[in-house]
Each structure stands twice: as structure tokens, then as C-alpha cells.
């Protein structure tokens, strides 16, 4: 495996429902043992939609090698970027 890609939410008509507890540090460790990358997707659960925090990847307590996230402006463009480390790049 070379990388893991989280979507950190599942929404639906129901709302939003979060990842069980301890499920995102376990799957880290397993691809990071593994020598692979994690990447958040952040595009529904970033900028404080989340309530408590401002990525989504915090509540579970881990920090991901990659986050994506885009954002809509009031004009209606899309803005999309992704984050990670030099070294990652490298």
C-alpha cells in the first residue's frame, strides 16, 4: 500500500456521522508501519465544520502527511489546495 485516503465523514440525509474512536490512529499506524502516506481529505470536515475543531483529523488525535481541502467563494469559484511537509515531496 502506498498511501491511505481518508474521508473523514460520511454525510447524508441523516447528517453527518463520525469515524468510531481509535479507528484513525490504528489505520496510521498500520500504513506508516507499512512505509505508506496518510492523506486526509479535509474538503467536508475542515474549517471548523466539524464544531470542536478545525480539521476533521483532530478529533481523532493524529496528524496526516497530506490534507486536502477546498472551499467555495461567495462569487462561486472553487478554491482547492492540498498541505503536507517538504520532506513528503521529496
Known amino acids: ?3 491511505y485516503h481518508k ?3 460520511w454525510q447524508g440525509v441523516g447528517g453527518i ?3 468510531a474512536p481509535g479507528y484513525l ?5 498500520s500504513v506508516r508501519k ?3 502516506l ?13 464544531g470542536n475543531h478545525f480539521w476533521g ?3 481523532q488525535g493524529v496528524v496526516p502527511d497530506i490534507v486536502t481541502m477546498a472551499k467555495v467563494s461567495p462569487l462561486l469559484y472553487l ?3 492540498f498541505h503536507c511537509e517538504a520532506s513528503v515531496l521529496q
Not at 490512529?25 to 499506524?29: F, M, N, R, S
Open 79 to 81: 478554491v482547492q489546495a
Open 17 to 19: 456521522i463520525e469515524l
Open 57 to 59: 483529523f483532530e478529533t
Open 1 to 3: 500500500m502506498c498511501a
Open 38 to 50: 496518510c492523506i486526509s481529505d479535509e474538503v467536508q470536515a475542515g474549517f471548523g465544520r466539524t
Open 25 to 29: 490512529p490504528a489505520a496510521y499506524g
Open 34 to 36: 507499512a512505509g505508506g
Open 7 to 9: 474521508y473523514f465523514l
